[in-house]
């Protein structure tokens, strides 16, 4: 069976029916420490690691968020496949709040404030991001969503803001005219790090709002989005507890082989020590 990563966002804190069998705090990765401890453990025979993604307590901003560390412990922890779950507000009529989404494309607008990539030195990988949402994972979401009867948009496009604030009217209205389905602040640069881990990627977001470029939908505030995350929040963890067992009974990952044309590098500029380090990201392409 698969491995299976799931990042909670705000809302979700825990899993239903995990079985938990550890509990692992990483201190310092080399890219830092992450947001919290992950919590391994099983669901119907699938090992699961759970991150929340803002921490316990959800105290780290947007923005502060160590993505980089966060992937990175999936990758040594083995995960084949992440779900990520998070809010998002509506750039669209037809996006109703309490809807859920399946993203299929982003657009990252968070104006290189953090870091998007494990390849900045000793390294160079170009990795394709054409497609940044794997299809089977989507699948099976959209299968679990049908499931559960809830209403679920099966693709779309998530503009990544900056954040911690929300948009300006003029900001949304902007969105809107560029096409823009869903807005958020974090997911873009989780699916970016996840395929350069060589990790699948997908995402289950919980519509919350309508920005404020709604004309009839009072401007977004922390309190109108935390009660309707509680209302999916239900749903949401019934879904993914559907859903885990089938991403863990697939035997291909559209992500495993994304580094093999990607690396730039000539292994023999690499320094030992870079090699040795990163052996969990670049062991299949350039080893020690």
């Known amino acids: 069976m698969a491995k299976i990563g799931i990042i ?4 979700l ?8 069998t550890d509990d692992l705090i990483f201190l310092d ?16 025979g699938v090992e699961v690691i759970f991150l929340a993604r803002h921490g316990k307590g959800h105290h780290i901003a947007p923005s502060q968020v160590n993505y980089r560390a966060n992937i990175f412990e999936m990758k040594r922890l083995g ?5 990520s779950i998070s809010a998002v507000g509506s ?3 037809q996006y109703k709040p309490l809807d859920f989404i399946l993203p299929d494309q982003f657009v990252d607008r968070t104006n290189y404030a953090r870091e998007s990539s494990f390849f900045t030195e000793q390294v160079v990988a170009h990795v394709s991001m054409a497609e940044p949402i794997s299809p089977e994972i989507r699948d099976v979401l959209l299968g679990c969503c049908n499931d559960e009867g809830v209403t679920i948009h099966k693709k779309g496009t998530y503009i990544n803001m900056e954040g911690p604030q929300f948009s300006t009217r003029a900001e949304s209205h902007l969105y809107r005219q560029w096409g823009m389905d869903v807005i958020g602040m974090t997911n873009m640069v989780e699916a970016k790090l996840a395929r350069e881990a ?3 990627y997908a995402s289950l977001c919980s519509v919350t ?6 004309p009839g939908h009072d401007s977004v505030t922390v309190d109108m989005i935390m009660e309707n995350l ?4 239900a749903k949401a963890k019934e879904i993914i507890k559907k859903a885990i067992p089938k991403v863990g009974a697939l035997t291909n990952f559209s992500a495993k082989d994304a580094l093999k044309e990607a690396i730039v590098t000539d292994p023999g500029v690499v320094p030992e020590q870079v090699k040795k380090q990163w052996q969990i990201l670049i062991g299949k392409y350039i080893s020690v």
């Open 8 to 11: 909670g966002g705000s809302g």
């Open 230 to 233: 509680q209302n999916n929040a």
């Open 13 to 20: 804190n825990d899993i239903e029916g995990l079985q938990k």
């Open 29 to 44: 990765t080399p890219f830092g420490r992450p947001s919290d401890r992950f919590i391994v453990g099983l669901l119907e």
């Open 91 to 93: 750039l669209q009529e």
């Open 198 to 200: 060589e990790i699948s």
């Open 209 to 214: 709002d309508y920005d404020c470029w709604h």
């Open 79 to 83: 995960v084949d496949a992440i779900i």
